[in-house]
Structure formats: C-alpha cells, structure tokens
C-alpha cells in the first residue's frame, strides 16, 4: 500500500517561498507520475502541477507557472513543491497525489490513485 505523507506548510508572507514535501512509502517515487493540486476553502480540488515518473518532464497550471517548480529526490524517495513569490490566493490545502497510468489526463483529481492527507499553506500579510 502506497502512502503519501505531505509537510512544510505554514504561515508565509506574499513574496514569500515555501518548499513542501511528500514523501512516498510503499513503492518508489519513480513507479509514479506524481501531482500537487490544492484545494481553498469553499472551491474544488484543483491541479497545480505533476512530474513524470522518469522526471524528465514537468506541467504547471497557468497560474503557478513561472513561481513553483516540482522536483525529486530518489534516494529520499520524496517529492517536493517549491513555490516562490506566493500570492494570497495561493492560500489553500495543498495535498500531493500518485498515479498508476502514465497516459491519458492528468490533471483531474479522479485520474490519482493514492492522496497525501494534505499541508495547509496561508499567504498574509
């Protein structure tokens, strides 16, 4: 069973930086293409960005593109978002997500397989 553990949420300033992690036990990161999405309160879950499971390749939504950046590290077996020059709208849960397919969408909630519990990111002054 594959079990996704999120962390380094907080408090931050706008303009501000975070780096949250999700590490991965169970399977290896690398057996998983693997997704941040993020969900304020009263809004859907909704995608941020994903990386491959060879990590050759990254995809951002249109509003983060440019401010976060996803990354791996194989022998952490551990995944991360950082994200940079935060916006009070960046405020929300932040959860990260694996999949088993490697085709087809990817940036639906219902395409992921296994959910971290979530990290809580507020952005205020």
């Known amino acids: 069973q594959v079990q996704l553990v999120e962390s380094g949420g907080g408090l931050v300033q706008p303009g501000g930086s975070l780096r949250l992690s999700c590490a991965v036990s169970?399977?290896?990161?690398?057996?998983?293409?693997m997704a941040w999405f993020r969900q304020a309160p009263g809004k859907e879950r909704g995608f941020v960005g994903r990386?491959?499971?060879?990590?050759?390749?990254?995809y951002y939504a249109d509003s983060v593109k440019g401010r976060f950046s996803i990354s791996r590290d194989l022998t952490k077996n551990t995944v991360y978002l950082q994200m940079n020059s935060l916006k009070p709208e960046d405020t929300a849960d932040y959860y990260c997500?694996?999949?088993?397919?490697?085709?087809?969408?990817?940036?639906?909630?219902?395409?992921?397989?296994?959910w971290g519990q979530g990290t809580q990111v507020t952005v205020s002054s």
């Open positions: 990386i491959t499971r060879s990590g050759s390749s990254t």
């Open positions: 169970g399977r290896t990161v690398s057996d998983y293409d």
């Open positions: 997500a694996a999949r088993g397919a490697s085709t087809g969408r990817f940036h639906r909630p219902v395409d992921y397989d296994y």
